[in-house]
């Protein structure tokens, strides 16, 4: 794989990388690997574990940080391929897009009617800050209307498009999104890459600031999600969202 341009199998494109987000990435590759192989079925345990061992030693012996991201890419694909095939998903799931949201930077985003989504993500939809945002698995950032519903009924001053979400989607078992999951929403096909780490600037949305709330380790039911581009579209409040599409 070293020096490859695009993959079609794991959608790794290397004019999209450069140096801070390879480097950034890459300082998670273990916790996106095991993240991937969590919660498998226990026959499948041992095969994923050895899978992503071999992606580390490939990663460790590459010298071009590209190529060392082309692995993990091409890695966690592998892992959810393997579990597709053995029939260790998340059973389909249908909801709908509650509300579409971008900003010119910072938060909160605010609802737009439409999103045309690339690679990169939302036209138009700007981070203020790239040290943590705005790798090509950072390209959406989804979360469920549900746990915002049920966070506002608890006190918490926070509305849709206010902890920074691309896309609001309501009527999905939001607990049992991992690592991996693909999504249909709109025309655009996404995966799931990693839950977003809490930011002390959506503090302002809850009570105390308790910002834990929203964090995976803590509350994986209540957690934001990233997602990678595998097919550019658009989407608009009222698109249909299907989780783990046939």
């Known amino acids: 794989m070293i020096g490859v341009e695009q993959c079609d199998r794991c959608g ?6 450069n140096e801070q987000d390879a480097t950034r ?23 994923l574990e050895a899978r992503w061992v071999d992606d580390l ?8 940080l590209e190529d060392k991201v082309h692995h993990l890419w091409h890695g966690l694909v592998s892992i959810a391929d393997v579990r597709r095939a053995a ?8 909801g709908a897009v509650l509300q579409v949201n971008a900003s010119d930077g910072g938060v909160p985003k605010t609802a737009i009617d439409e999103a045309t989504v690339g690679v990169r993500g939302v036209e138009g939809d700007v981070q203020a800050a790239r040290v943590h945002h705005g790798r090509p698995w950072q390209a959406l950032c989804i979360w469920s209307g549900d746990v915002i519903e049920r966070l506002a009924a608890d006190g918490h001053p926070i509305a849709p498009g206010c902890a920074g979400e691309n896309v609001t ?13 693909v999504i249909d929403i709109g025309t655009v096909r996404c995966q799931l890459s990693a839950p977003a780490v809490p930011c ?28 990678s581009v595998v097919r550019p579209g658009s989407i608009r409040a009222g698109d249909s969202v299907t989780v783990s599409p046939r």
């Open 12 to 17: 790794f494109d290397r004019s999209q990388w």
């Open 25 to 47: 990435t890459l300082a998670h590759a273990a916790d996106f690997l095991k993240g991937w192989s969590a919660d498998a079925r226990p026959e499948l345990v041992d095969k």
């Open 57 to 64: 030693k490939a990663i460790a012996a590459s010298v071009e």
């Open 87 to 94: 029939d260790d998903t998340i059973p389909t799931q249908r």
């Open 169 to 181: 989607v309501s009527g999905l078992d939001w607990a049992q999104l991992r690592g991996g999951t």
């Open 200 to 227: 002390q600037k959506n503090a302002r949305w809850f009570l105390d600031g308790d910002i834990s709330l929203m964090d995976q380790r803590l509350h994986p039911e209540s957690t934001r999600w990233y997602a």
